[in-house]
């Protein structure tokens, strides 16, 4: 019991003395860790006798809650001292201007991608994504252009080591949306109305039209009853959505294997609004996308039978819209990722 009233006194002595919390961890660890007096003292409780157990037991448990508190006590306060000091020696200035917090937003070609989908969307398309690693079979291939097809060419292509038996590169980077025309038509029957909106990778110098990654949109309708006049009645309607309902429009024949006939369409210039000037080639039309009826060979080789079932698809650059409508004179700026471009969206 005496040892017990000694430890009390001595531990109240030393912890009355601390200043700091440095100091507190130390004066815990001697007086009420596993290894301290006291614990040792409670530990040895069961030599001794009954009675004197009881008793000692008692005032041990008294002396323990007791250091206990006290610590707790100090800690607080010592705490409080050090905030003052911490605020006393660096005062706060509540007149200044808080940091500002940056806000993100929308890439120019994420936002003009959505404007799009919503505008097919409200006209019946289906929005569907695809792989942008593709098979040569599905890249051309099954859209009418062979091995050896001089139409290959207009597609400078990104090859993917591959190795095969017999040497071929059946794997690339798909260079156009137009593939997943064919994966869509193999898993559905008609009628098909999708748009697909993705990145697309062409293997050439980039300059200020062209870049080695861009995006494209796909669009496909294949029903019963589709004919031309389909096709150029939903792209004067995008065109007018996305551009203002005064816009022209122009079609003329263009070629691409996977569609008869083919062709190309132009909106009046924005800029002059079709006199003629530099952003036009002083020609007052801009071509937009590419487009045409599915060649037949094409819906045959998804077995829809091109007697009963005919249809529409188109090809459209993305950057060249935001391009037109903000005057961006050079695509690179897209993707270079300086922020005071992206900022300005
Ligand atoms: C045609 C007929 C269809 O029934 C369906 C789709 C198509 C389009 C075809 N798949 C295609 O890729 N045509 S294209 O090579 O002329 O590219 C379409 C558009 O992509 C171009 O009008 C242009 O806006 C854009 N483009 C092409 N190369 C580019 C590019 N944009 C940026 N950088 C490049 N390197």
Request: glycine share 8%.
């Amino acid at each position: 019991m005496e040892r017990l009233e000694e430890l009390k006194t001595e531990a109240a002595q030393e912890l009355e003395a601390i200043s700091n919390l440095k100091e507190l961890e130390p004066w815990q660890v001697r007086y009420l860790g596993r290894k301290s007096a006291l614990t040792q003292l409670l530990r040895g409780l069961a030599a001794l006798p009954l009675e004197e157990r009881k008793a000692v037991g008692a005032a041990a448990n008294q002396v323990k809650a007791a250091l206990e508190a006290g610590w707790k006590r100090k800690e607080a306060a010592l705490k409080e001292i050090e905030l003052a000091g911490l605020l006393g020696a660096k005062p706060t200035d509540v007149t200044l201007p808080g940091r500002p917090v940056s806000l993100g937003r929308l890439h120019p070609t994420t936002q003009t991608l959505r404007q799009i989908c919503g505008i097919f969307a409200g006209m019946g398309f289906q929005v569907v994504e695809g792989p942008e690693v593709e098979w040569d079979y599905y890249n051309f291939e099954a859209l009418n252009i062979p091995q050896g097809h001089p139409a290959r060419d207009m597609w400078a292509t990104f090859w993917i080591d591959v190795e095969t038996e017999g040497g071929e590169r059946p794997m690339l980077l798909r260079t156009h949306t137009s593939p997943m025309q064919i994966r869509i038509m193999e898993k559905t029957r008609p009628p098909v109305r999708v748009v697909v909106p993705g990145k697309v990778y062409r293997y050439e110098a980039t300059d200020v039209t062209h870049e080695a990654m861009f995006y494209q949109i796909e669009g496909l309708a294949v029903d019963k009853t589709i004919t031309m006049a389909d096709l150029k009645g939903v792209l004067l309607e995008f065109a007018r959505h996305l551009f203002g309902q005064e816009r022209r429009v122009r079609f003329r024949c263009d070629y691409f294997p996977f569609v008869e006939p083919g062709m190309e369409m132009a909106i009046d210039c924005l800029m002059c609004q079709g006199a003629g000037c530099r952003l036009c080639g002083h020609t007052g039309w801009i071509e937009i996308l590419g487009a045409g009826m599915v060649h037949p060979e094409v819906l045959r080789r998804v077995d829809y039978d091109p007697e009963i079932y005919t249809g529409f698809a188109f090809g459209m650059g993305i950057e060249r819209i935001p391009m037109l409508r903000y005057g961006i004179d050079d695509i690179r700026l897209f993707y270079s990722n300086d922020l005071r471009f992206l900022r300005q969206f």
